[in-house]
């Protein structure tokens, strides 16, 4: 879209590739922490709800391993299934209750792994992605189970990450 108004402004390529070039992603939505082992690292610990998790899901290009959970608010996962279905190759739940995910998911992925710490469900899920994988921190839940606020799961997935 942004292009499209660049042009009826007559904006010139240079100006607009420098622009782009420039913008920097909100911390903690769809943001790259790192690409290890040929393995993309993503950060959308804001995603505290279903359908941003499905507009996380919807952006991914490559096969992705999942890392989801925290406090369901009483979600509704139907909306992921077809998404989870084509592109998720496993999940890993973060959080203290994950039966709903389990219930929602068993029967879409072969792979669904319980983990209490950002520190354990990155390292599972590197282990379970392979290059050219995301890895994908989009929990659809909130995170007062274990983290003290979205802000504080992102930055210790991302410090997680890190330690790889």
């Known amino acids: 879209a942004s292009g499209i108004v660049a042009k009826v402004l007559e904006l010139r390529n240079d100006t607009i590739r420098e622009s782009m070039g420039n913008f920097k992603n909100i911390e903690h939505r769809l943001e790259h922490v790192a690409k290890i082992s040929g393995i993309d690292f993503i950060n959308d610990s804001k995603a505290t709800n279903v359908n941003s998790t499905w507009y996380a899901l919807e952006s991914m290009t490559t096969d992705v391993v999942l890392i989801m959970g925290g406090v369901d608010k009483g979600n509704d996962y139907n909306m992921l299934k077809d998404l989870v279905q084509s592109k998720v190759k496993a999940i890993v ?72």
């Open 93 to 164: 739940c973060l959080g203290k209750d994950n039966k709903r995910i389990h219930d929602a998911f068993e029967d879409d992925v072969e792979v669904i792994v319980n983990t209490f710490s950002a520190e354990e469900a990155a390292q599972i899920a590197f282990h379970l992605a392979k290059r050219g994988d995301a890895v994908l921190l989009s929990p659809a839940c909130a995170s007062f189970d274990l983290f003290k606020n979205y802000e504080d799961r992102g930055n210790q997935f991302k410090a997680a990450v890190r330690e790889l």
